[in-house]
């Protein structure tokens, strides 16, 4: 066994009057896993699991979750250690490197997302392409296919030279994010700044201007640092799924992180922090009637959801979101701003957890549930909402795609299926058709 599992012995499956044992897996926080590799080979089975709820599809070092506690850590260091003491940049290093950086690692790595952090001048003009009112994330997914174009010298050798690829892209994933804000409000670029931190430099790209010079705010920096952080890997979620999958087929990390992007432009993954906004918005401007919305949640016949509730494997509390609404709290009282829309957020989940609905399904608020009233209180514009989450989960992406590439038990993602289509049947020409 090539990773760090232990046997927890075997699974008797029993198919007409064959009995076939299964190994049991053990992970090194105790979860434990039913190894199938081999079902389909031996028996002509294969299992169904729509959503892949109950599906291992690899081992990873990078992230515990425990769903059932609330849980959370990236290479064995908990996400409430991670955000109340280190950089983004120190989070970034940790998921790439499997460890924290020592004070000269720090240095060095912080060097290099400034040398890198331009991009190519001939990309600035792709963002003329884009129509007025483009989506950002559509903007982003499309920027990022295209720098393995204008970086192609590294594709050959990814692993070799993945800390230069990991920096290039979390640098330059910043930089297109804030000009893709700037090209939006029709306002000249704003470069970037060696001497600025990765947060501080990030902002000042996408607030300065040159008849309102930008004054950095450091309640602002730290929330958004914080914000990044929270972000920053969420194992086998949807769009690091998708990383993983794409590359599977051997494909650029480039293009393997453009496909996340867009898996988590989705409204019930990354995207939920757009709509979180946008429906307490909706409920602020129909006079905060939010009763009506815990109402038409509960309704099986309204395709209606309670945005940022709910999760695949958190059935307690989100410890992300925890941090987040105390960081609400603090950053808005910081800013001394009052937002209606945290009074909402907050009555919405007080009913909610009180809810019998919601407390059978276990239906707590998720990361998305908050985050975006900081983002607002900080001058995000909503639709960059889920822009910012992709600038967080990058190094996540990164890390996965880098441990899947060099993983030995590696193979092309390509799950199988149960055909219910009509059966084997003859040709019928075109002029003997019905109708
Ligand atoms: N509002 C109302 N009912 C809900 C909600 C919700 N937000 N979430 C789940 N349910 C109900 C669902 O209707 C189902 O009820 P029933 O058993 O009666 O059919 C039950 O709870 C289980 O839901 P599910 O759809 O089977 O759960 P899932 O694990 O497939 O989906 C989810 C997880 C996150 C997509 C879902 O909870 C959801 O749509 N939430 C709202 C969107 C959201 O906030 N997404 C962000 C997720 S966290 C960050 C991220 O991944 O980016």
Not at 138 to 165: R, T
């Amino acid at each position: 066994m090539p990773y760090n599992y232990t046997s927890g012995g075997t699974a008797e499956l029993k198919l007409g009057d064959a009995t076939y044992q299964l190994p049991i897996l053990v992970g090194t926080e105790g979860e434990k896993a039913v190894d199938i590799r081999k079902l389909r080979a031996q028996t002509g089975y294969i299992t169904l699991d729509s959503g892949f709820a109950n599906t291992g599809s690899c081992a990873s070092s990078i992230t515990f979750l425990d769903g059932e506690h609330g849980i959370l850590s990236y290479r064995g260091y908990a996400i409430e250690d991670l955000a109340e003491h280190c950089s983004f940049v120190e989070v970034a290093y940790l998921l790439a490197h499997g460890s924290l950086p020592t004070r000269q690692e720090l240095t060095c790595f912080s060097h290099m997302l400034g040398k890198y952090a331009l991009i190519h001048e001939d990309m600035i003009r792709f963002f003329d392409g884009f129509p007025a009112n483009s989506p950002p994330m559509a903007i982003l997914s499309s920027m990022v296919n295209s720098l393995c174009s204008f970086y192609p010298e590294m594709l050959d050798n990814p692993l070799e030279n993945i800390d230069k690829m990991a920096a290039r892209l979390i640098s330059k994933v910043r930089t297109i994010a804030a000009f893709s804000y700037k090209k939006s409000m029709g306002q000249p670029l704003v470069y970037p700044r060696h001497d600025l931190s990765y947060c501080a430099n990030f902002l000042n790209m996408m607030f300065d201007s040159p008849v309102q010079p930008y004054v950095i705010n450091d309640t602002v920096v730290a929330a958004l640092n914080k914000l990044l952080i929270l972000h920053g890997d969420h194992e086998q979620n949807c769009s690091t799924a998708t990383v993983r999958v794409a590359g599977s087929a051997r494909v650029n990390l480039y293009a393997s992180i453009s496909a996340g992007i867009n898996a988590l432009w989705g409204p019930l993954h990354g995207g939920a922090n757009q709509a979180v906004m946008e429906m307490l918005q909706l409920i602020h401007n129909e006079g905060g009637n939010y009763k009506k919305y815990i109402e038409r949640a509960k309704d099986p016949n309204d395709p209606f959801r309670l945005v940022g509730f709910g999760h695949r494997v958190y059935k307690t509390h989100d410890p992300r979101s925890r941090i987040i609404k105390k960081a609400c709290d603090d950053v808005l009282a910081a800013l001394n701003i009052a937002d209606p829309l945290l009074d909402i957020a907050k009555e919405l989940e007080e009913v909610a957890l009180k809810d019998s609905y919601f407390v059978e399904r276990h239906l707590y608020p998720n990361v998305d549930f908050y985050s975006g009233i900081i983002y607002r209180a900080i001058g995000i514009p909503t639709n960059m909402f889920t822009v910012m989450f992709a600038l967080g989960r990058l190094p996540g992406w990164i890390a996965h795609w880098k441990e899947m590439w060099d993983d030995p038990d590696w193979r092309i993602s390509r799950p199988r299926q149960v055909y219910v289509g009509p059966r084997r049947r003859p040709f019928v020409p075109l002029d003997q058709r019905a109708g």
